[in-house]
């Protein structure tokens, strides 16, 4: 539905430098803990050291002889907030324990020392009641949600899976598990709270400044104009920053107790409770087939956890439903609801631990039939949507197979495990598909003609390190038939018109349509006036709500095809990425260069999730005992030897203005698959719970 003409855009799909860059490099861009007001005071949270169970007193005594100390806040004297729709935002607001390193307190001194001390001077008395922390696929308390993270129905099925399964001539039923994962992105969780006679300001590490502004409004009931939040530069999020969680509305209720402006660091420790995760999974993938490959029945089955206080339902196994063509088909999410910290998103929630199993499963399902791996996901490419039926938009997964493949070297492939050694290294190589959902959702933006005839744009979009704010500079320029260097694009406020949270990979199709309305009413409106500008400049405002619902109904998703090239020593067990090669069809790409940015750092963060991190729960203590990143471990340079990504030339009509589909998620997808997958293509051993460590792949 482009109703746009399709005039030329010079600047769309030109690698512009981050328009910012300048300012990040000499550090005069300023992050959430950077903003110091006035008579500001210092906030330490501290956390329940018991997984379930009542707080029974606070001595709060100790902690007030510490020099310095304003206030400690507890649920005895903390303000009280209207009820939240997620529990895990009604802080200090009862005496129950619900998941170990849950916000129970927090200090509030005049400076950071002094706030840690009393922190951990205070003494909590508890009633303490057993834990049940352990996800297992046998518990007797999983659950069908009512539907998925996403909106998704929580089951699908299609013919007759269980007939077509124990027909088939060709099985593979596998079981493959994914650990819980936390998001670690450079700059933790911060916030900067002030109260005045206008009501609440914050500095806030987040995704979404409008949806934050939302949120605290409803928490302390306030209309939402009485709420700002200044975000203009964020160091990664990930998605644990996509939702306002504990800590802003800890800083927030901290404030307006002690009266003074407070500024809160989540540490990198407390990370690890409170500001969201992967959920680990467990899940059964059967893929029936004929000798030929022809898939004839998928089945699906994902176990996951959250909390007792707040249902998160991952998506595991959508991502299945549009893959491969097959009658017969059933997905399906369980859930248990356990002692632990509620989940949350981590990149692709869902299609990444999900499409880790199915791509998985087609790599054992190829070698079963004696098909090449690229060959036999070529075999099963449906020719629309296989459940709901819809043409795909555009769907260019076997060219990105094909380009791979090409682009790889895979043709000289010999396709027996093991059969390569260099020396003491086993090499081995492994393919996968990856895919991700084209979502768009309603956002708002303004354009300004200055008196000086440069434009400003203003939108309340959020610029998460990702170089939103320079591709919407680019989209912009086009729209209005002008230059990067004289268009200003003002994000990152809650002041600006509402925007859509940076997440979904759906930012730059949300606001860069609601920026593309807003250019072309200011030429409109500059058209109507026949040039007559009056000295303030002229303004003209777009709402994309209409636009965004009448869409027409397609299957919309970006595809992408990943090859790993891995060593792994013969002695030690340890496995190496040699090689990354991503090839993806996500629309028009507008900007070369943060493109790959984006589509490399998924990929190293999908290297991260095969061979290092994993959540440890220690079940005496019921919560992840890895909290740093010493023992929480993550890529880094040295573990990434050779990563590139590509894209082939997708013209889809059906998108947006831009004709361009997300790339901030899709990256990480079925890169663990593929270097799976290639550690069994080198050493024979399938390696089917992530992550894939140096004693799984030890005889
Ligand atoms: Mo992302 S997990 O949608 O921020």
Not at 35 to 46: G, I
Not at 71 to 77: C, L, M, S
Not at 107 to 129: D, I, K, M, P
């Amino acid at each position: 539905m482009t109703t746009t003409a399709r005039t030329a855009r010079p600047y769309v799909g030109t690698a512009l430098n981050r328009v910012e860059g300048m300012e990040k490099v000499t550090g005069r861009a300023r992050y959430a803990f950077e903003h110091s007001p006035d008579d500001l005071a210092y906030a330490v949270p501290v956390q329940a050291t018991i997984a379930r169970g009542e707080i029974r007193a606070m001595d709060v005594q100790k902690a007030h002889t510490v020099p310095g100390v304003i206030a400690v806040i507890w649920h005895g004297n903390a303000p009280r907030l209207a009820p939240a729709d997620n529990a895990e935002l009604a802080v200090l607001q009862s005496a129950r324990v619900a998941y170990r390193g849950q916000y129970v307190a927090v200090v509030v001194a005049e400076n950071l020392e002094a706030a840690r001390e009393a922190a951990r001077s205070l003494s909590v008395e508890y009633a303490g009641e057993p834990h049940d922390t352990e996800l297992r696929a046998d518990h007797p308390r999983l659950y069908r949600p009512d539907q998925v993270n996403g909106g998704y129905p929580t089951d699908s099925e299609h013919g007759d899976p269980d007939a077509a399964l124990e027909a088939a001539p060709i099985l593979v039923d596998a079981t493959y598990s994914t650990p819980a994962e936390h998001n670690n992105p450079m700059e933790p969780h911060a916030t900067v709270a002030r109260w005045d006679a206008g009501g609440l300001t914050l500095y806030d590490s987040t995704q979404g400044a409008s949806s934050v502004r939302a949120t605290l409004a409803a928490l302390f009931t306030m209309p939402p104009q009485n709420v700002r939040v200044i975000a203009p530069h964020v160091g990664g999020g990930f998605g644990s920053k996509g939702l306002p969680l504990a800590p802003v509305v800890l800083a927030a209720l901290a404030a307006k107790h002690v009266t003074r402006p407070v500024k809160l660091a989540v540490s990198r420790q407390q990370m690890f409770a409170v500001t969201g995760y992967r959920t680990p999974t467990i899940q059964r993938v059967r893929l029936g087939a004929n000798p030929d490959g022809r898939l004839t029945a998928i089945a699906h089955e994902a176990i996951e956890q959250c909390s007792t206080i707040q249902e998160f339902a991952e998506q595991t196994t959508t991502p299945t439903r549009i893959m491969y063509a097959a009658p017969n088909r059933r997905t399906t999410h369980r859930v248990v609801k356990l002692d632990v910290p509620t989940p949350s998103w981590m990149r692709a929630p869902g299609e990444t631990p999900g499409m880790f199993a199915l791509e998985s499963a087609m790599d054992e399902l190829a070698i079963a039939c004696g098909i090449d791996p690229v060959e036999l996901r070529v075999r099963n490419e449906p020719d629309a949507d296989p459940e709901s039926g819809l043409p795909f938009s555009s769907r260019n997964l076997v060219a990105c197979l094909r380009e791979g493949a090409r682009r790889f070297g895979w043709a000289d492939r010999d396709p027996t495990p093991g059969a390569r050694i260099e020396g003491r290294t086993l090499v081995g190589s492994g393919v996968a598909a990856s895919t991700y959902p084209v979502y768009r959702s309603p956002s708002q933006a303004t354009a300004r003609l200055e008196p000086d005839g440069r434009y400003t744009v203003r939108t309340a979009a959020t610029d998460i390190g990702t170089g939103a704010r320079t591709v919407l500079t680019q989209i912009a320029a086009d729209a209005l038939r002008t230059s990067p260097d004289r268009v200003r694009v003002e994000i990152g406020d809650s002041a600006l018109p509402p925007a859509v949270l940076a997440g979904g990979s759906m930012g730059t199709a949300s606001w860069g349509t609601a920026v593309v309305r807003a250019c072309e009413a200011l030429l409109a409106e500059l058209d109507r006036r026949g040039g007559d500008v009056p000295a303030d400049g002229v303004e003209a405002g777009a709402d994309t709500a209409g636009e965004v619902r009448a869409e027409e109904r397609f299957s919309r998703h970006a595809f992408g095809a990943q090859f790993a090239e891995v060593g792994v020593d013969v002695d030690t067990g340890e496995a190496r990425v040699l090689r990354l090669l991503g090839v993806f069809a996500a629309g028009r790409i507008i900007n070369p260069k943060t493109a790959r940015s984006q589509l490399i750092g998924g990929m190293t963060m999908g290297l991260s999730m095969a061979l290092f991190e994993e959540s440890v729960m220690d079940r005496e203590f019921g919560d992840y005992l890895n909290r740093d990143l010493a023992q929480y471990h993550v890529a880094s340079c040295a573990d990434v030897r050779d990563i590139e990504a590509a894209w082939i030339e997708e013209d889809d009509p059906h998108l947006n203005p831009m004709g361009s589909k997300g790339i901030g998620e899709i990256g990480i997808v079925g890169t663990a698959a593929a270097i799976a997958n290639a550690v069994h293509h080198a050493t024979g051993i399938r390696v089917r719970d992530l992550p894939i460590r140096l004693d799984k792949l030890l005889r």
